[in-house]
Every structure is written in structure tokens, then in C-alpha cells.
């Protein structure tokens, strides 16, 4: 048979048994819903209908009550009048359309009836309150209620009802959509009283169910509510002979179909078969004899002499194109494949990435060697790749950083996957039996969007770990805010020059207060720039950039030489203020001492009248030199101020030997005084231990007068934060400084030797 035969009648075969089996159970569903449907509205007809009977029991209560209460009505039972009391109880029975109404004695002798063949003195059946009771007379069946009349006390019965008859029957049938019967048994013998059929479906295709209604002696009331199957099922049945005739039509035209399909497919296949020939022989113009009886068995030789002929060569080149050669893990392009991958398939989870970068890496190979870089480098991999939560879905992207992506079924684990890969690096790495430490920076991304890209997810990732290293953080999670400001910022980059030259740059003045007195203790110097077309702009929207491309020391300068300005006029003026200036880790070179020095002494200002404020960071990457640099600064006499404490990486030894005079604890420590009972702790050790160095500690953040207070219990020198007052202009903060008390301050102006002012001319222009 040949190939494009078999193809067709496989496919045709199997339409036929899907097209069969789907048909059966469509057909088999149909029944059993019809069923169901029919059982439901049985369910339903039942409800209706003990509804409705209640609801004629508490209108027929009503009305005999209302009767029974009637003063005329009892003074003519009292007397006995009978034409009254007929009058009465024909009138009570037409205002609610009562069949039958029946006064009767105590011991159930009629008084008077309405509606009924009993004689006045015979017995009448009901002769007590019942509520709702079913009663049968003359072959008719009512729905009965009793009532006392009393006068006061209980002096006859009133008893009220509606018929149940073919009207009655009829009601509920419209109602319901059900065949209803009412019958009345004695013995063996059943005999129907009204009766309303619902279509003309046979017995035996007939639903029912019976509702026993009153067994008053030996005759029973019952009524029955029916419904047809065949009629239930009608729609159904429609359905399934429309389905029987489309899968007869769709099985002829796909079998049509799957002929020429196959035809289709086969002519090509005999083309590849000869492919495979030439590719394996070398030689694409010679065609090799066919041993086999079909094409697809030539193609499979032909495949597999043709594996055996590139497997190595494709293994090769896959491992360099794939594949880190150092870590044996997936390099960028293998890792945004499996992105991409991972993402076309996310079903009910979504894809988290992670970009992890090495802190310090650098000074590993500089130190301890290569070799010993690598070896770090390896155990890292071997690290992050036993995860359970990466799944080997790890990458090495460059020297110093990881990547790695997972699928989480809650996008709030995010934060918790994150500090899982932080905690894998936690312990130290053993080479050579030398424990080295390693810090990493985490940066963490979630897929969003209705077709996320692996390229641009990976970017969010690399973006965070960039915005976790700026901020000295060990963990970031991207933002929809990240991306926009960081374009925003790499277009003010070239703008910054000029807003250098053109003086746009603003300095602003927050007030630092001794917590002890509430004196101000100086003044701390923040930057603004006053943008020609986006107003004002905060420090973060172009000095994180400014520190990236080396141009933060030319806006140091500028501020240093602004702020000592502002602080020798306030000084000549009789307002002596420290003030205290951000420097960055680039601007701690050899000469900064003598740049200092030229500032104050073209200025005039005393050098006790300048702090510089230095981050931690800042003398991490070579700590000898910061050492040599901050105490040629100290010399001078100018403050020397550990900014930001607690969020570096700095050890405890290389703090005491800095020539400091200040040490600030981060905001993030403040702040979580008021809720966290364990940074109070830390801002308590924080404290300890500068005055223990013999540094005043400064608390940045403060917004609260219970951290306030908080912190003078913890013996903190000096406060800052918006409690106090928020960044001001120079004009602003004098006019605030005004009749506020202040901490003395002795400030002798020194004599700077001359060549000390050598880059003075150079300050505006470097």
C-alpha cells in the first residue's frame, strides 16, 4: 500500500472514531439531561405546589378569622339567627372565592353552611382546628381550615375551603408545565376527581410523582404531577440528528481532503529522500539507489547515516555557541532561548528571572589569581544550579554575573525566590582550604504582559541588579518607574554640562538638630537643578548617572565651591553654621585634600565650618589609599562624616582607624523604630559604637517626634528629617535659622600655604 494511501485512511479512521465516539456521548448526555431536566421540574412542580396550598391555608385563615371576629356575626350565633349567619358566611366565602364555608357547634353539629349539601343539625367531619386539612365531600376534594369563634370563649367552629378541581389542577399545570391529576382512593379502588394532561405521551414514557394530600379514614387524597420524556427529549433528539449530519458531511469532505493531503506530503518526501542521499555521500549532484519498498524507510537510513556523519560536529559547536566553558551552564543566547520557551508555555503560573551580580569579583582575580577566580566562579554556578527553584534554568551572562528564571504560581513569592538565590551564596566559598567571602547583588523581574519578550524580561532583570547596585541594596525588584527614568536620566547626562556653565544647579539647606537641646547643630547641603524645561529636579534624577560616567567630580567641585561660598558670607555675617557636603567615591583621589584646601582659602572659610559626608562605599576598593586621603583631609580641620552607616560592606577594624569625626545612621534604621522592635537594636548598637569611637552619631529620617524621642533615649547627638524642616534655599533656611538657638561654634580662620590653591582656577574649568 502506498504511503500516501495509508496516511489518508489513518487519518480518515481516526476522524471516524473521534466523530463515533463523540456522537455517542453527545447522544448519551442528551438522554441523561432530559432525564435530569424532567426530574427538575417534578422537583420544582412540588414546591409550587406546596406553596400554593399554603398559601391558600393562610388566605383561608384570614378570612374565617375575620369572620369568627365579626361582633354581628357572633351576637347572631349567640342568637341563633341562621338567616345571618348564612348571610355572613355566603359573603365572607365570595370575598375570597371559598368553595365551601360550614359554622358548626362545638361538638360539630352545622349551624349554618355556604356552598355545602350538609343540612343545618347534621354532623360535619371537621370538628376541630386542624390548619390545613384536605377534605372530601360529595365526591369533591377542599382544602379546609377550622377556626374558634369565641365570645370570648370558643362557642363554634368555622370551617372555610377552596375546591380543588379541574380549575385548580388547570392553574397549577400552567404554572408548572406538568400534567396534573387529583384522585381519591378507598381500598383497592382509585377514582379521578380533575385531571390536566401535559402532552399525549404514553404512560410508559410518563414521569410522576405523587404528593399525598389527606387520609381522611378509608378515602385517600392524592394528587400527581407527570411529565413526558418524549417531549423532554424532543429537543435534544433535534440536536443530535442535526450533529449525526454534519459528521457524515465533514467525514466525506475530509476524506477528500485527506487524500489529497497525502498525495501533497508524499511528493515532497520522495525529493527529501534523495536529499539525504547526496547530503550523505558528499556529492549533491549524484542521486544513491533506493533499498527500501517506501520513502520513508530511505529517509530514515538516510537520517541516521547523516547523525552519525555531524553529531560530533553539531555537539561542538552547540557547546560554543550554548554553552559556558568555564561553569559548564547555559551562556546568554542558550538562556534566552529557554526564556523564550518557558514563556510561550506559562498556562496558570508566570516566569520570574533573576540577574545576580558579584560584588567585588575583580579584586579576587587582582589578589588571589585567576585560577582561583575561576574557582569561585564555579562553585557559584554549582550553587545556584542545586536549587530546586531554578530547575538548572541558570546562566552565566558575564564574568561576574548569573542569571537564572523560574516559574511561580504566585507572583508575591517573587521577593522570597529572590532572597533564596541571595541565601545560596550566603556561606563562604572554600579554595584551597581559604574561606573566601562572597556579596552578590540581586536584580529580580516578573513576566507581565500578554506575549512577554525573553529579551526585554531579561533587561528588567538587568536594569534592577543596576538599581539595587546604586542603591546599595541587595535585592530589587524591576518597576514600571525604572525603565522611563532611566532614559530620562541618559538625556539630562548631556545637559549637564551645561547646566554646570550656566549656573542652573541649585543648593539647597537641611537643618541638622542636637536632640539633647533642640539647638541647631549645621546644616546639611543637598543639590538641585533647576531644569530651563523640566522644572525641579531631585539629585536622583541625574546624579546616580553623573556617578556612572566620571562627571560627578566636576559636580562636586562646583558644589564644595558653592556651599564654602554660602557658608563664609553667613560666617562674615555673624552666622557661624557647619555645613556638611555629599563627596562620592570618585572624588577620593590623592589631591583632594589640596582641593579642599584651595576652597576654603579662596572663600575665607574656617575649616571647622565644612563637613564632607562620604558613604561607606567609598573606600571599599582600596582602603589604603581612602585611609592616606582622609587623613591628609583631617588635617586640614575640616569634618569628616561616615554617611548612610549600616548599609555598606565596611568591617568594624577599617572604621576605628578612619580619621572620622561623624557617623550617620541610614534613614531605613530610623524609620523602622516605629513599627520593628529589632532595629531599635540596631540603631542602640549603632550608637554604642560611635560613641565608643568617640564619633557624634547623626539620625537621618526623622519624621516623627517618637522617633525623636525614641532616639534621645538611645543617646543619639544629632537629629535630620522632615519633623525638623525639608530642604531649603539658602534664603529660606536663613530666614527659618532666625531667633533660633544655635550650638556655639569656635571657627578660627587658617592660612592655607600657597601652593595649597593650586587647582583653584582649574575649579570651574576641569
Known amino acids: 500500500m502506498l504511503l500516501r494511501t495509508r496516511i489518508a485512511l489513518t487519518f480518515l479512521l481516526l476522524l471516524s472514531a473521534v466523530l463515533t465516539a463523540a456522537l455517542y456521548a453527545v447522544s448519551a448526555a442528551n438522554r441523561s439531561n432530559a432525564a435530569r431536566e424532567v426530574q427538575r421540574q417534578l422537583d420544582v412542580g412540588v414546591s409550587v405546589f406546596t406553596r400554593l396550598l399554603e398559601s391558600n391555608r393562610r388566605l383561608l385563615t384570614q378570612a374565617a378569622q375575620a369572620v369568627a371576629a365579626d361582633y354581628g356575626f357572633r351576637e347572631a350565633v349567640a342568637a341563633n339567627d341562621t338567616e345571618t349567619m348564612n348571610s355572613a358566611l355566603e359573603n365572607a366565602g365570595a370575598r375570597v372565592g371559598a368553595a365551601l364555608v360550614v359554622l358548626t357547634s362545638l361538638d360539630g353539629h352545622v349551624l349554618a353552611a355556604s356552598g355545602s349539601h350538609v343540612a343545618a343539625g347534621s354532623v360535619f367531619p371537621i370538628t376541630a382546628p386542624h390548619g390545613n386539612r384536605v377534605l372530601v365531600d360529595s365526591g369533591k376534594i377542599y382544602q379546609m381550615v377550622t377556626v374558634p369563634v369565641r365570645s370570648p370563649l370558643p362557642v363554634a367552629w368555622i370551617?372555610?375551603?377552596?375546591?380543588?378541581?379541574?380549575?385548580?389542577?388547570?392553574?397549577?399545570?400552567?404554572?408548572?408545565?406538568?400534567?396534573?391529576?387529583?384522585?381519591?382512593?378507598?381500598?383497592?379502588?382509585?377514582?379521578?376527581?380533575?385531571?390536566?394532561?401535559?402532552?399525549?405521551?404514553?404512560?410508559?414514557?410518563?414521569?410522576?410523582?405523587?404528593?399525598?394530600?389527606?387520609?381522611?379514614?378509608?378515602?385517600?387524597?392524592?394528587?400527581?404531577?407527570?411529565?413526558?420524556?418524549?417531549?423532554?427529549?424532543?429537543p435534544f433528539e433535534r440536536l443530535t440528528d442535526r450533529l449525526f449530519l454534519i459528521a457524515a458531511v465533514s467525514l466525506i469532505a475530509f476524506g477528500w481532503t485527506a487524500f489529497a493531503i497525502a498525495r501533497n506530503i508524499t511528493r515532497p518526501l520522495r525529493d527529501l529522500t534523495r536529499s539525504v542521499d547526496r547530503i550523505r555521500g558528499g556529492d549533491y549532484e549524484l542521486a544513491l539507489t533506493v533499498h527500501r519498498r517506501d520513502e520513508l524507510g530511505v529517509l530514515a537510513d538516510g537520517l541516521k547515516h547523516m547523525q552519525t556523519a555531524v553529531q560530533s560536529r553539531d555537539q561542538s559547536i552547540r557547546r560554543l555557541a550554548y554553552q559556558d566553558a568555564l561553569t559548564g551552564l547555559m551562556n546568554r543566547t542558550a538562556f534566552g532561548a529557554a526564556l523564550s520557551v518557558a514563556l510561550s508555555d506559562l498556562g496558570s503560573t508566570t516566569v520570574a528571572v533573576a540577574v545576580i551580580n558579584l560584588l567585588r569579583f575583580r579584586r579576587i582575580n587582582e589578589h588571589l589569581g585567576y585560577p582561583v577566580g575561576d574557582e569561585v566562579l564555579k562553585a557559584i554556578a554549582s550553587r545556584l544550579s542545586a536549587l530546586p527553584s531554578v530547575d538548572s534554568a541558570v546562566a552565566r551572562l558575564a564574568t561576574d554575573e548569573f542569571a537564572a528564571f523560574t516559574r511561580l504560581a504566585d507572583p508575591a513569592q517573587l521577593q522570597a525566590w529572590g532572597t533564596s538565590l541571595l541565601a545560596a551564596l550566603v556561606e563562604p566559598v572554600i579554595v584551597e582550604a581559604q574561606p573566601i567571602d562572597i556579596a552578590a547583588t540581586v536584580g529580580l523581574a516578573l513576566a507581565s504582559g500578554v506575549q512577554p519578550d525573553a529579551d526585554d524580561l531579561l533587561r528588567r532583570a538587568d536594569v534592577a541588579v543596576g538599581r539595587a547596585r546604586r542603591e546599595k541594596h541587595a535585592l530589587a525588584i524591576y518597576q514600571d518607574s525604572f525603565q522611563p527614568a532611566a532614559?530620562?536620566?541618559?538625556?539630562?547626562?548631556?545637559?549637564?554640562?551645561?547646566?554646570?556653565?550656566?549656573?542652573?544647579l541649585r543648593l539647597y539647606f537641611q537643618p541638622k538638630i542636637e536632640l539633647a537641646t533642640n539647638r541647631v547643630a549645621g546644616a546639611e547641603v543637598l543639590m538641585r537643578w533647576q531644569h530651563p524645561s523640566r522644572g525641579l529636579l531631585s539629585p536622583a534624577a541625574f546624579i546616580p548617572f553623573a556617578e556612572q560616567t566620571g562627571f560627578i567630580r566636576r559636580i562636586t567641585r562646583w558644589a564644595l565651591d558653592r556651599a564654602a561660598a554660602q557658608g563664609a558670607e553667613w560666617h562674615r555675617a555673624g552666622c557661624s553654621i557647619p555645613l556638611a557636603v555629599n563627596i562620592s567615591a570618585d572624588d577620593i583621589d590623592e589631591r583632594l585634600d589640596s582641593r579642599i584646601a584651595a576652597i576654603l582659602g579662596r572663600h575665607q572659610l574656617p575649616p571647622c565650618l565644612l563637613s564632607l559626608e562620604l558613604t561607606e562605599s567609598s573606600f571599599i576598593d582600596d582602603p589604603e589609599r581612602a585611609l592616606r586621603v582622609l587623613t591628609a583631609l583631617a588635617s586640614l580641620g575640616v569634618?569628616?562624616?561616615?554617611?548612610?552607616?549600616?548599609?555598606?560592606?565596611?568591617?568594624?577594624?577599617?572604621?576605628?582607624?578612619?580619621?572620622?569625626?561623624?557617623?550617620k545612621v541610614d534613614r531605613s534604621f530610623v524609620l523602622g523604630l516605629a513599627s520593628d522592635a529589632g532595629y531599635a537594636a540596631i540603631v542602640r548598637s549603632a550608637i554604642d559604637m560611635g560613641h565608643s569611637l568617640g564619633l557624634k552619631v547623626v539620625a537621618e529620617g526623622i519624621e516623627t517626634e517618637s522617633i525623636a524621642g525614641r532616639l534621645r533615649e538611645l543617646r543619639c547627638d544629632i537629629g535630620q528629617g522632615y519633623l525638623y524642616a525639608r530642604p531649603m534655599s539658602a534664603q529660606e533656611f536663613a530666614a527659618w535659622l532666625e531667633g533660633k538657638p544655635r550650638v556655639p561654634v569656635i571657627a578660627p580662620l587658617v592660612d592655607f600655604p600657597a601652593q595649597d590653591h593650586i587647582d583653584t582656577q582649574n575649579l570651574v574649568t576641569y
Not at 642 to 658: K, N, P, Q, V
Open 159 to 234: 370551617s372555610m375551603g377552596f375546591a380543588l378541581d379541574d380549575k385548580a389542577a388547570r392553574e397549577l399545570a400552567d404554572i408548572t408545565g406538568l400534567g396534573v391529576t387529583l384522585s381519591l382512593s378507598s381500598g383497592a379502588r382509585t377514582e379521578v376527581a380533575s385531571t390536566v394532561a401535559a402532552g399525549s405521551a404514553a404512560a410508559r414514557d410518563t414521569v410522576a410523582r405523587r404528593i399525598a394530600l389527606s387520609n381522611q379514614g378509608d378515602i385517600g387524597v392524592e394528587a400527581t404531577l407527570s411529565r413526558s420524556l418524549s417531549e423532554a427529549r424532543a
Open 487 to 504: 532614559r530620562e536620566q541618559l538625556s539630562l547626562l548631556g545637559e549637564l554640562r551645561r547646566a554646570v556653565e550656566e549656573d542652573e
Open 639 to 663: 569634618g569628616l562624616s561616615i554617611d548612610d552607616f549600616g548599609t555598606g560592606y565596611s568591617s568594624l577594624g577599617m572604621l576605628a582607624r578612619m580619621p572620622v569625626h561623624e557617623m
